[in-house]
């Protein structure tokens, strides 16, 4: 099933990479939330949390598939970027049409990941909220979806990051630097306060 993915990944090409693997981590970060949750609401011990659960349940299947389609989103924004920087340059025209088209590929190149980074750091902090709630035997799963949440967060970061270091609009950098400045702050204050 993971085989041909695993293979695609492996494969010389520049995708898909790092920021599809990133948005596979919060996929299957919120797939076993999603198996921990559905499990719960079946056990007569969380009766008292059925709704709850149930809520967890629906938010975690919209976080799955929207985290699955940043997987192949974000190779197709990577692959526009590398179109653009195939495109002629003879001319100064030319030229001028090139480095256009490179900044608007590769600010898409970023905010795909950013928006991965964006679902990842909820989810994270969602997964956290579901540990009241969960049946404690499923314990080490939420820990491993929380694991792999803040693994797909902390990766798309990076990829926005190397993404910002070639856009010319500063504006857009520092106000992109701000978001992942605070999705940083955010993971590691769900994290503090998992912790306690």
Do not use: H, W
Not at 57 to 85: C, K
Not at 91 to 100: F, M
Not at 106 to 130: D, H, I, K, Y
């Amino acid at each position: 099933m993971a085989q041909p993915f695993l293979e695609a990944v492996a494969a010389p090409t520049a995708t898909p990479g790092g920021g599809s693997v990133s948005a596979l981590a919060g996929a299957l970060a919120a797939s076993l939330g999603q198996m921990v949750a559905g499990l719960s609401r079946k056990k007569k011990s969380q009766a008292a949390f059925v709704n709850q659960l149930s809520e967890a349940l629906d938010q975690l299947r919209r976080d799955a598939a929207e985290l699955a389609e940043a997987i192949d989103s974000d190779a197709a924004s990577y692959d526009a970027v590398m179109a653009a920087y195939r495109l002629p340059q003879e001319s100064a025209e030319e030229k001028r049409l090139r480095d256009a088209a490179i900044q608007r590929a590769t600010r898409g190149a970023a905010e795909v990941p950013m928006e991965v980074a964006e679902r990842s750091v909820a989810l994270f902090e969602r997964l956290g909220q579901l540990a009241s709630i969960a049946t404690a035997s499923m314990k080490s799963d939420l820990e491993v979806a929380r694991l792999m949440a803040t693994a797909g967060a902390r990766g798309a970061l990076a990829n926005v990051e190397i993404n910002l270091e070639s856009i010319a609009d500063a504006g857009y950098v520092a106000c992109m630097r701000t978001k992942s400045a605070a999705l940083r702050e955010r993971l590691a204050e769900t994290s503090r306060s998992i912790s306690a």
